[in-house]
């Protein structure tokens, strides 16, 4: 008796851990699907690009200027007459500045590919829990079927009392009026299916009617699954806030070296005619004219403000960082409190549903001697189907809270 005992719980196990094995290989499949088909993550995913754009858009110079002029009234000089001038001017930034430029187009793309972590992570979750959500519709209706079988057979029992003495034909009625309401429960849950559906599919960006598969039996596992509350520190939502934090750093970079001056070279030219009648060595010689010029921020108030900005910016962001961080332990706290009240509730429910099931078969014992009171009988079944019903919401609970974590930790 002791081994068949044994042999039985490990027959369970072995069922939790294929169960649990099979739900999840399932649901990652459909997870994966849809991160590769959503739009959002595919908006995000272009942001990023762009982002990635910009460092290619700030590694440049400043425009080259040219210039042409032509004297209307020609200066004459000893050389000659003046004609016309041709100039071309390139400035330089100072040394380091392109770098910085650089650099601060990149913590604004690690900023970016942040948020795309973030909307997967968001939309893991939403996947997750829209498919639990189709779990529970899914049993409850099978519940809803079962015991509108149930009632059918006590209808037969009941019609069979009538016969012969036993019932009168309100039971009878009372059990039909209970089956109607099965019924329209059970249509209802069907078009609750089909909006969550709908959700589920444009979730993974597919055709709204598209057949989901769905596990057939959900068990809450005999040990939590294990997690970190460590994982937290690391959430993509507060990596997020560091990133900012080091694009504002390396925008006050740029800043310093902006605020430097700006070096410019440039060449001037300018053709001069023959002198008639003259013979001299540089007689008509074209004039050549390098330049250098330097651009210097005198007046740099606009570069000490904007130091001033960026360091209440950063305490901005660390003061955000620190309410994010503190909302985040708040759901981590409420998300293992569900979880562990859903245990407690499937396991009050298990054993609810043994009792009442003892009472079923107690009932039935007395139909065979001739006794049965039919109100027992829908009292019993109510009660039966209620803590079913709160069994299938203990399990969805269990697992969209699990979901929850793993969000917050992983």
């Not at 793309?109 to 795309?116: M, Q």
């Not at 559906?197 to 598209?210: A, I, T």
């Amino acid at each position: 008796m002791i081994k068949k005992r044994k042999y039985k719980i490990v027959l369970v196990l072995v069922f939790c851990l294929y169960a649990g094995f099979a739900e999840a290989q399932q649901l990652q499949s459909y997870i994966q699907e849809a991160e590769s088909n959503n739009p959002d993550i595919q908006a995000y995913e272009l942001r990023y690009n762009i982002a990635e754009e910009k460092v290619n858009e700030v590694n440049s110079l400043p425009n080259t200027e040219f210039g042409a002029g032509y004297f209307v009234s020609e200066p004459e000089t000893r050389t000659g007459a003046q004609r016309a001038r041709f100039s071309v001017k390139q400035m330089l930034p100072w040394f380091g500045t392109i770098t910085a430029r650089e650099n601060y187009a990149s913590s604004m793309a690690d900023a970016e590919y942040v948020e795309i972590a973030i909307a997967k992570r968001k939309l893991a979750l939403s996947v997750s829990q829209s498919y639990y959500q189709l779990y529970a519709i899914t049993a409850k209706q099978e519940v809803l079927e079962e015991n509108i079988q149930l009632l059918k057979t006590y209808e037969r029992l009941a019609l069979t009392s009538v016969e012969v003495g036993k019932a009168s034909a309100v039971d009878v009625l009372r059990l039909q009026i209970r089956q109607n309401e099965l019924e329209k429960q059970k249509e209802v849950l069907g078009e609750d299916y089909l909006a969550e559906k709908v959700q589920f599919n444009n979730l993974l960006n597919k055709e709204e009617n598209k057949k989901i598969t769905v596990m057939d039996t959900l068990i809450i596992p005999f040990e939590n699954m294990p997690f970190s509350k460590d994982g937290l520190a690391m959430h993509p939502e507060l990596l997020k806030y560091d990133k900012l934090y080091e694009s504002i750093t390396q925008s006050e970079s740029l800043n310093q070296k902006e605020s430097l001056p700006n070096i410019g070279f440039g060449l001037d030219y300018i053709p001069v005619a023959e002198r008639p009648e003259m013979n001299f060595s540089d007689n008509g010689k074209d004039i050549l004219m390098p330049m250098v010029s330097v651009s210097i921020p005198i007046f740099n108030s606009k570069y000490n403000s904007r130091t001033k900005q960026n360091e209440l910016r950063q305490q901005e962001i660390t003061a955000q960082k620190n309410e994010r961080l503190n909302t985040l332990k708040t759901l981590f706290a409420q998300a293992k409190q569900n979880r562990n009240s859903a245990r407690i509730a499937f396991s009050t429910q298990v054993k609810n549903l043994k009792q009442a099931k003892d009472a079923e078969n107690i009932l039935i014992r007395n139909y065979e001697t001739g006794t049965i009171d039919f109100n027992d009988v829908l009292d019993i079944q109510e009660l039966q189907l209620k803590f079913q019903m709160n069994q299938i919401e203990s399990v969805k609970m269990y697992y969209v809270q699990s979901a929850i974590i793993n969000y917050l930790t992983n």
